[in-house]
């Protein structure tokens, strides 16, 4: 059963979110401060990560990119937890590598459905063996992205949203199908998440990024 690690300091909501992951079958490990989470990390690796942003000891962004930088650990979901709210906040959490942000207070029903989801595409299910266009390839089964034969190294939700155009290859998906699916959910009024993450994903992907055309008022599609 998948490991969830949770860095929250404050212990009500700590033992909120400990109590719902554990009834829904996971196995959970809490953390009160970025230090105690590294020493753990070392030791065993995470499925899943809930990072608190507004942390005593290093601010949770900070811990995002110290643990993204750890071998092994690009690919981990993390999802931030915390009351900030405005859309600037989100997209910078995003655009600093957290695959998922939920605000405080949420509903336990969707703090696990929003976690199904991650593990769900971080794990691989209903993956295919092997897509392209041009020079991007995308192993399905090693979850291995080459662009002119060099590995390129995303992030789980890049790696799906690419997967997701590549399945469907010449036609454009709009912005709502991508979001629904890439994110499990409505997210309606933020759509600058997947417009962050386009960005991000014709950068890694270099000259082979302008692949991914922009369709004015509809969404996105690859050639």
Same mark, same amino acid.
């Given at each position: 059963?998948?490991?969830?690690?949770?860095?929250?300091?404050?212990?009500?909501?700590?033992?909120?979110?400990?109590?719902?992951?554990?009834?829904?079958?996971?196995?959970?490990?809490?953390?009160?401060?970025?230090?105690?989470?590294?020493?753990?990390v070392s030791q065993r690796?995470?499925?899943?990560?809930?990072?608190?942003?507004?942390?005593?000891?290093?601010?949770?962004?900070?811990?995002?990119?110290?643990?993204?930088?750890?071998?092994?650990?690009?690919?981990?979901?993390?999802?931030?937890?915390?009351?900030?709210?405005?859309?600037?906040?989100?997209?910078?959490?995003?655009?600093?590598?957290?695959?998922?942000?939920?605000?405080?207070?949420?509903?336990?029903?969707?703090?696990?459905?929003?976690?199904?989801?991650?593990?769900?595409?971080?794990?691989?299910?209903?993956?295919?063996?092997? *897509?392209?266009?041009?020079?991007? %390839?995308?192993?399905?089964?090693? $979850?291995? =992205?080459?662009?002119? !034969?060099?590995?390129? +190294?995303?992030?789980?939700?890049?790696?799906?949203?690419?997967?997701?155009?590549?399945?469907?290859?010449?036609?454009?998906?709009?912005?709502?199908?991508?979001?629904?699916?890439?994110?499990?959910?409505?997210?309606?009024?933020?759509?600058?998440?997947?417009?962050?993450?386009?960005?991000? *994903?014709?950068?890694?992907?270099? %000259?082979?990024?302008?692949?991914? $055309?922009? =369709?004015?008022?509809? !969404?996105?599609?690859? +050639?």
């Amino acid at each position: 059963m998948a490991w969830i690690y949770i860095v929250e300091d404050d212990s009500s909501i700590r033992e909120i979110e400990r109590f719902a992951l554990q009834n829904s079958g996971y196995q959970v490990r809490e953390f009160a401060c970025g230090k105690d989470f590294y020493t753990e990390v070392s030791q065993r690796t995470p499925d899943c990560v809930l990072l608190d942003i507004l942390l005593p000891d290093e601010d949770g962004l900070e811990i995002l990119t110290k643990f993204r930088a750890m071998p092994g650990m690009r690919r981990i979901p993390v999802m931030m937890v915390t009351a900030k709210t405005t859309e600037l906040d989100k997209v910078k959490g995003l655009d600093m590598g957290a695959d998922d942000y939920i605000t405080k207070p949420f509903g336990i029903m969707e703090l696990i459905s929003r976690v199904k989801a991650l593990l769900r595409r971080s794990m691989g299910i209903g993956e295919e063996d092997c *897509l392209t266009a041009g020079e991007i %390839s995308l192993d399905g089964v090693r $979850r291995l =992205v080459c662009v002119a !034969g060099q590995p390129c +190294d995303l992030t789980y939700k890049e790696y799906e949203l690419l997967k997701l155009l590549l399945q469907n290859r010449g036609i454009v998906m709009s912005r709502d199908i991508i979001m629904e699916r890439i994110w499990d959910i409505s997210f309606e009024g933020e759509s600058r998440t997947l417009d962050v993450h386009i960005k991000t *994903l014709r950068q890694k992907l270099g %000259s082979a990024g302008a692949l991914i $055309r922009t =369709v004015r008022n509809v !969404g996105y599609k690859i +050639d």
